[in-house]
Structures are given as structure tokens and as C-alpha cells.
């Protein structure tokens, strides 16, 4: 498949390895584009703030449905359903990135925890279909079963559908460990297609607005995506139970690291130079792998304070790839004010614990 200009994309299968060796879970196909320089940050920006590249990275799942027949005319129609989702990424302009640097990035909602839902369908391949009346009440039904609500006020046009979810995380909880903003991914769009294909186009497009059997056959189709393929990528947004397991281990990561970054320096001034050099090479590869998830500001890497991100952000991801968390179907979503002040309560305290000892 050609590749078009300014896109890169990236099909290689890979493994979660330890921390030393940390590759990314397989994915899908993923494209990604540099679009524009911008600046992102919930913090006050530092004087060492590098500048960050806008990244468009889109995710696509794909879903056959099974056949259906019998509905009023003894008609037979086959179906596939896609959506594609659009995530943006601040990326330091310095760095080069590939898919495996970007999946071990968080990805969370915009500042206002706003989706957008584009939905579309076609027919044979080729013809566009016409918006049938229920489809809204459709997409408005299964977001409200994800934790989503409509925004009355902000529907521009009927082709793009603006949900909400309150409570949601607007950055990475690592930027809460660190104290300073991480990379992440903004989840800001869906575009969902169904693609029908039937030797009657004109008698289904005829009985297509008015079937209920059609209409909860697209229902179905909807919900067993986003269930199966889209809802559990996004863990941070979608499960309550995920956050809550995760949140009071990560809490502790500060003081873990800092106690590390102790016995390092320990180490270094006692113990021979073969272990120092077996000490330092692992920390640059733990460096090397983490680094996409640093604080977006200039580093020495031999200094302290790197080693300390490097520490902090391995062990972060390491926890949440190895933290288990299921998504009801009737969204008990996270809530993302009681987390992160669970979080601070537990890593200031930790912190300032270290800086005293």
C-alpha cells in the first residue's frame, strides 16, 4: 500500500517487555501527521519548555457483522463497521516518534472532556446514505450507556454529535506524579462508518428509515465495536475500575524513585567500575525508552533529576500495563478530581519525605 505524503505508518507487531527492554502492545493500523507547532501545558511554562510538534494520529477498528435476512421482503444485506479515532499528541519538535513511542503515552479527553461522534453510511461501497431519524437517539443511547452526555448547546451540524463526560482526566496521571506537564494523547473524534452491501439496494433503502429490525441490528453493531475493539484502548476515560487500582500504586512511584536514585548514587561512589558501567547502561536504556514520556522540558540525562523522570515514568508504565480493569456496559466512569487528589495527598507526602531523609 502506498504511503501518502506526511503520513508514516507502522503494522510491526510488538511485546511488553521489562523495564529495560520496554517495547508496546500490538496495535492496529495507526497513521500519524505532522500538522502544526502549538503549545499545550496545564502548568505555567518553564523557561526550558521545548517546543512541541501537534501530532494527528488515527487509530482504525474494523468489525463484520454476520448476515441477516428475512427482514420484510426476504431481503439479504451483509454489513461492515469502522471507526476511526483521532487522537493529538504536543510532542517535543526534537524528537522523533514511531508508533511504539506514542501507544505508551495516555491518552485522556480535551480540557472540556468533549467527543465528537461523525457518523456516516454507504452502500455497495460507493453510495452515501441519507441520515435515517433514529440514528441520533441511536448514538445518543449507546454514549450515555459510556458515561457520555449530549452538550444541547453545541450541536453546530447533525453530521458531528459533541457528548460529554464529566469528571474526566484532561492530562496523564503521570503529569501529576511529576509535578509537570507529560506528553499525551487528546481523544477528540470518532468517525464511525457502516458499510452495507445487499443485491436489493433500492428495496433496502426503501424499508431501511422504518425497519425496527434494521434499527436495532445497527444498534447491536454500534455498541459490539466500540465494546470490543475501541472502548478498551482508552482505559484512563472509560474505566472506573482500571483508575481505581492504578491510582493508589502510582502514588507511591515519587518515593520508589527517589529511594532508587539514593542507591544509585550510592553506588556510584562506592562500588567498583564494572558495576557503575553495568549501572549506567541500563539507565540509559531505561532513559532511551522513556523518554517520549518525559516532562516536556530540556534534560541532561546523566543528571539526577532525568534519572529521577526516567524512573518515575518506567515504573508508571510498567504498573499500567500490568494493572487489570474492566468496562461495564453501563459506564461507571473514572472520576478524575477524587484520583488525582488521592494522588497529591500520597506523592507530596512521599516527596517531601525523601527530601528531608
Known amino acids: 500500500m502506498d504511503t501518502q505524503p506526511g503520513i508514516l505508518e507502522d503494522n510491526t507487531p510488538l511485546c511488553v517487555d521489562d523495564l529495560m527492554g520496554m517495547n508496546d502492545l500490538p496495535f492496529e493500523k495507526s497513521n500519524f501527521n505532522t500538522l502544526v507547532n502549538s503549545s499545550c501545558s496545564m502548568y505555567s511554562q518553564p523557561s526550558d519548555l521545548l517546543t512541541p510538534n501537534m501530532i494527528h494520529r488515527?487509530?482504525?477498528s474494523t468489525m463484520n457483522a454476520h448476515n441477516k435476512a428475512d427482514i420484510n421482503s426476504n431481503i439479504q444485506f451483509s454489513s461492515e463497521i469502522n471507526c476511526i479515532q483521532h487522537i493529538y499528541y504536543d510532542i517535543p519538535s526534537i524528537m522523533d516518534v514511531n508508533t511504539t513511542d506514542l501507544d505508551k503515552l495516555d491518552t485522556v479527553l480535551d480540557a472540556n472532556g468533549i467527543l465528537v461522534i461523525q457518523y456516516r453510511?454507504?452502500?455497495n461501497g460507493f453510495d452515501p446514505l441519507e441520515y435515517p431519524q433514529w440514528i441520533y437517539s441511536i448514538l445518543d443511547t449507546i454514549m450515555n450507556k459510556c458515561g457520555f452526555t449530549l452538550c444541547e448547546s453545541e450541536q453546530e451540524d447533525l453530521a458531528h454529535r459533541k457528548y460529554e463526560m464529566a469528571n474526566s482526566f484532561k492530562t496523564s496521571p503521570l503529569s501529576y506524579i511529576l509535578?509537570?506537564?507529560?506528553?499525551?494523547g487528546v481523544f477528540k473524534e470518532m468517525e464511525i462508518t457502516m458499510k452495507w452491501a445487499t443485491k436489493n439496494p433500492r428495496e433496502f433503502h426503501r424499508i431501511r428509515s422504518t425497519d425496527r429490525m434494521i434499527k436495532d441490528y445497527v444498534e447491536q453493531t454500534i455498541w459490539s465495536l466500540l465494546a470490543y475493539k475501541v472502548i478498551p484502548k482508552y482505559k484512563l476515560i472509560f474505566s472506573a475500575v482500571y483508575v481505581r487500582k492504578l491510582c493508589p500504586i502510582i502514588s507511591y512511584l515519587p518515593h520508589i524513585s527517589h529511594s532508587l536514585c539514593k542507591i544509585i548514587r550510592a553506588a556510584?561512589?562506592?562500588?567498583t567500575t564494572e558495576f557503575n558501567n553495568s549501572i549506567e547502561t541500563k539507565l540509559k536504556r531505561i532513559a532511551?525508552?522513556?523518554?517520549?514520556m518525559h516532562p516536556m522540558t530540556y534534560e541532561d540525562m546523566n543528571d539526577e533529576s532525568s534519572i529521577y523522570n526516567s524512573m518515575v515514568s518506567g515504573l508508571y508504565y510498567s504498573v499500567k500495563n500490568t494493572t487489570k480493569g474492566i468496562i461495564k456496559q453501563k459506564g461507571e466512569t473514572p472520576d478524575a478530581l477524587h484520583s488525582i487528589n488521592n494522588i497529591w495527598s500520597v506523592s507530596c507526602s512521599s516527596a517531601e519525605m525523601s527530601i528531608t531523609e
Request: proline residues 5%; charged residues 40%; glycine residues 0%.
Open 288 to 292: 532511551d525508552n522513556t523518554k517520549i
Open 121 to 123: 453510511e454507504y452502500m
Open 58 to 60: 488515527q487509530r482504525e
Open 268 to 271: 556510584k561512589e562506592t562500588s
Open 179 to 184: 509535578n509537570k506537564s507529560s506528553p499525551h
